[in-house]
């Protein structure tokens, strides 16, 4: 078990935060065996957004902001794509350049083995 990283998490008015008998009850913060936001660390999206607008700042300084573009370029721009097949046409499985928007034709097994790569 594990608790939401939500900083205000424990502020959010539902019935599954109330602990305690009456007459002193409190509101803490969300514990689940499995989250789905904030890469399984925040119980919603709220959660997930109010973590960013936290701590978010202070994480890109931390590991590093992109300060100049990332470049795609001709030789790691091949993506596999698939076409489906309509009347007389096969289905259609290919390497397709974003770039270059250069296609090369591939088998259905080459098309799902991940470790398949075109020899650019
Ligand atoms: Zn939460």
């Known amino acids: 078990m594990k608790y939401c ?20 009850k409190v509101n803490q913060t ?32 931390h590991f590093g902001r992109i300060t100049q573009p990332i ?14 097949g309509f009347g007389d046409n096969e289905d259609q499985h290919y390497f397709f350049n974003m770039i270059t928007r250069e296609e090369r034709n591939i088998t259905e097994q080459q098309f799902n083995d991940n470790n398949y790569t075109l020899n650019t």
């Open 5 to 24: 990283q939500g900083p205000l998490c424990h502020t959010y008015d539902t019935q599954d935060r109330k602990r305690g008998p009456k007459g002193n």
């Open 71 to 84: 470049v795609l370029q001709e030789n790691n721009a091949w993506r596999k794509r698939y076409r489906w």
């Open 30 to 61: 969300r514990r689940r065996s499995k989250f789905y936001y904030l890469g399984g660390n925040a119980c919603n999206t709220q959660c997930e957004r109010d973590w960013f607008e936290k701590f978010g700042e202070q994480a890109l300084n």
